[in-house]
């Protein structure tokens, strides 16, 4: 199962984009990039999935290169309710969740 | 259409002792995966469960046991309760898999695990 690396946090001000890259240098040719939000005591709730090239929707975008090694999220336009964990996970059947990246929007 | 529910939604228990939680999967779903995740932590796969039978399973010893039902929806069942065991207990469902597709899970709420 490949292993994902992200930044353990970052901080935006409100109304700015933001990206978050995750790195999966062993990504199986199978397998699919998920990204999870996830607030204090919830369930992770599921953002944006891809296989290759781009992914949009109502709430974010998901880049991911040609080689398939690192993905990025974009969020665009975050509020303060943005504030939380985002996961990113490669694989099916069982995800490997990592320690997130922890993202907190300023005022 | 319900998404993904769990019961209940808080627990306490006392060591030694053993606890059942119970999971519905979202409609349509027929895969029921289990996490644990311990406070500051990211969840941690225990098993997934499809055609009633157990499919996948993480490193958690056989304390941690499950079953499927007819209907889809799934238990959890954990004996012989430690203090390491109080976590957030998550349910994920998803569509069994099908080479070549994603297999997108989708979460409960969970249910928070405390042991005396």
């Known amino acids: 199962l490949a292993k994902t690396t992200q930044p353990i946090s970052m901080d935006s001000y409100e109304g700015q984009e933001v990206n978050i890259t995750c790195s999966h240098n062993n990504i199986a040719t199978n397998d699919y990039i998920t990204w999870y939000q996830q607030f204090p005591s919830q369930g992770p709730r599921f953002i944006i999935q891809g296989y290759k090239t781009k992914v949009t929707n109502e709430v974010a975008s998901l880049f991911i290169p040609a080689d398939r090694k690192s993905s990025t999220l974009s969020l665009p336009r975050v509020s303060l309710s943005d504030t939380a964990v985002y996961y990113c996970l490669v694989g099916t059947y069982k995800y490997i969740f990592g320690t997130g990246t922890r993202l907190k929007v300023l005022a | 259409d319900a998404g993904v529910t769990q019961s209940p939604t808080h627990l306490i228990k006392t060591r030694g002792q053993q606890v059942t939680l119970r999971c519905s999967p979202k409609s349509g779903h027929d895969t029921v995966s289990w996490y644990q995740q311990a406070l500051g932590q990211g969840p941690q796969f225990i098993f997934q469960?499809?055609?009633?039978?157990?499919?996948q399973r993480g490193n958690f010893p056989d304390r941690f046991s499950g079953h499927q039902f007819p209907n889809y929806s799934s238990e959890l069942n954990v004996n012989a309760l430690l203090l390491g065991d109080s976590a957030l207990y998550l349910c994920a469902s998803s569509f069994g898999f099908v080479a070549g597709s994603a297999d997108t899970q989708y979460f409960g709420p969970g249910t928070r695990l405390t042991v005396l």
């Open positions: 469960y499809y055609e009633e039978e157990e499919r």
